[in-house]
């Protein structure tokens, strides 16, 4: 699914979902949230949607899952494509693409860190 048809609020919901951590800090789900986009308000609008659907719960600072065990199979989630990149988090020149499937679409490209940060692996 090309970016322009890609929904980032669904993405970065999807993403909140699959996180591998038991919390995180605002500032560490905005770490994550801006793989999606960089826009201020569809960030607040990802978060505010994952806390109205009950996908994660907000307080005190912190960003909880709600949805536990729904975490991302490396073996069949994550594509990995050799070519030209620039990771999306971090911005480096890579040439093994990480790219994460989710049923709103496709995230990525990352290097291998830069995945496992992202999914609240590391």
Same mark, same amino acid.
């Given at each position: 699914?090309?970016?322009?048809?890609?929904?980032?609020?669904?993405?970065?919901?999807?993403?909140? %979902?699959?996180?591998?951590?038991?919390?995180?800090?605002?500032?560490?789900?905005?770490?994550?949230?801006?793989?999606?986009?960089?826009?201020?308000?569809?960030?607040? @609008?990802?978060?505010?949607?994952? %806390?109205?659907?009950?996908?994660?719960?907000? @307080?005190? !600072?912190?960003?909880? +899952?709600?949805?536990? !065990?729904?975490?991302?199979?490396?073996?069949?989630?994550?594509?990995?494509?050799?070519?030209?990149? %620039?990771?999306?988090?971090?911005? %480096?020149?890579?040439?093994?693409?990480?790219?994460?499937?989710?049923?709103?679409? @496709?995230?990525? +490209?990352?290097?291998?860190?830069?995945?496992?940060?992202?999914?609240?692996?590391?």
């Amino acid at each position: 699914m090309p970016d322009d048809e890609r929904d980032p609020v669904e993405l970065g919901v999807e993403l909140l %979902a699959h996180l591998e951590a038991a919390s995180l800090s605002v500032a560490e789900a905005m770490d994550r949230i801006e793989t999606v986009t960089t826009n201020p308000g569809v960030q607040r @609008e990802i978060l505010d949607t994952a %806390a109205m659907r009950g996908v994660i719960d907000r @307080e005190d !600072g912190l960003v909880r +899952p709600r949805s536990g !065990g729904t975490y991302v199979s490396f073996e069949s989630d994550v594509v990995v494509r050799e070519g030209e990149f %620039a990771c999306e988090r971090c911005g %480096a020149s890579i040439s093994t693409g990480h790219f994460v499937q989710f049923d709103g679409g @496709e995230l990525g +490209p990352f290097g291998s860190t830069c995945v496992r940060k992202v999914l609240g692996r590391e």
